[in-house]
């Protein structure tokens, strides 16, 4: 079954921890992105890559880190440094970057206390 | 700056009737359109797109049409079932491959 993997899908993290939330997909896809969606609020971009190696911020990147060392991974680490980390999170990813649909992951749901 | 607003948060139908959902862009580089369904704790999924060069797309129960002078989309379904009631997601891009979502709509349909 090819698609993409999120886990866990619920985390809990003590305020000032950092953590990193796993993204993983099998569709040989070359883009991937990272989404935030905050309660009553449309999906909003965090980081994308589109090519191993490289990535770019989106448009709340603050206090967010990611790594591409490889194309099926995508792995984004929410830092003490992000204000408001509770939220869900959706990574997703396209065959190309540029005019394709994405596919989305299940989502995981981060809650700081 | 929203670039894709939804104005309507939610709307509610009758199962069978039609269910129109509207989304307004500003940026006039957006050259395509994606419609996006989405239940509680899940990613969404992708229903439907348009490119700027169309202004219809139909696909079974679910049309898009695209009206560029006004900067404006709409999403059709018809006939409605209660199997649709989720929130709805607008997304527009420039070629890119980077999707500005708009706030999403919740639909219910009503058996």
């Known amino acids: 079954d090819g698609g993409i993997t999120q886990s866990p899908k619920y985390l809990f993290r003590k305020e000032g921890q950092n953590v990193t939330l796993s993204c993983e997909q099998n569709?040989?896809?070359?883009?991937m992105y990272w989404y935030r969606q905050d309660p009553g609020q449309g999906l909003r971009l965090i980081y994308y890559?589109?090519?191993?190696?490289?990535?770019q911020k989106g448009d709340i990147a603050e206090g967010y880190s990611v790594s591409r060392e490889k194309k099926e991974s995508f792995p984004l680490t929410v830092t003490s440094a992000q204000k408001n980390p509770t939220a869900f999170y959706l990574c997703?990813?396209?065959?190309?970057?540029?005019?394709?649909?994405?596919?989305f992951g299940p989502g995981t749901r981060l809650t700081v206390l | 700056d929203q670039q894709v607003k939804q104005n309507s948060p939610s709307l509610s139908v009758q199962e069978g009737r039609i269910s129109i959902l509207n989304c307004d862009y500003t940026?006039?580089?957006?050259?395509?359109f994606l419609w996006y369904k989405k239940y509680p704790a899940e990613g969404p999924t992708f229903l439907i797109s348009?490119?700027?060069?169309?202004d219809k797309n139909e696909d079974g129960r679910f049309t898009v049409f695209l009206n560029k002078s006004a900067k404006h989309l709409s999403l059709h379904i018809v006939p409605s079932q209660p199997g649709d009631s989720a929130v709805y997601f607008c997304?527009?891009?420039?070629?890119?491959?980077?999707?500005?979502f708009g706030q999403g709509t919740i639909l219910t349909v009503h058996p």
């Open positions: 890559s589109q090519i191993v190696n490289d990535f």
């Open positions: 569709l040989n896809h070359d883009a």
């Open positions: 940026n006039s580089m957006f050259d395509y």
């Open positions: 997703a990813s396209s065959e190309r970057a540029g005019g394709d649909e994405q596919f």
């Open positions: 348009i490119s700027s060069i169309k």
């Open positions: 997304a527009a891009s420039a070629s890119y491959g980077k999707l500005t």
